[in-house]
């Protein structure tokens, strides 16, 4: 029973192994050269930055801070700013898409 174990084990083993190599490179022909096809640029997968958090950052730099102190600055200062917004909302008793839409302007 040990060594049908171990067979498997070294089966599995080698088989990953293979399944690693490279191919190999065909020696006699090479590719015949193409004309460039024009590409396109790629459509940008990140979004966009937070205007509020923005601007934050560039307030805390403009103070000289670095590294966690501007992190905790940009967090206090953006929190700040969305609990400005959310006053303003109650303040004008928005409800629904009216408040969403109210939210998404105030920041910027």
Known sequence: MRSVT????MLLV???AFAQSPA???QGQT????AAAPTTPAPSTK???NPRRVQCQQDGRAKGLKG???R?????CVAAANTSCRQKASDQNLKGSARRD?????VS
């Open 24 to 26: 190999p490179a065909d």
């Open 102 to 106: 109210f939210m998404k302007t105030c």
């Open 47 to 49: 979004k966009a930055a």
């Open 68 to 70: 966690s102190d501007l």
């Open 31 to 34: 590719a015949a050269p193409t």
């Open 72 to 76: 905790s600055s940009v967090k206090d």
């Open 14 to 16: 080698s088989g990953a």
């Open 6 to 9: 171990l067979a498997l084990c």
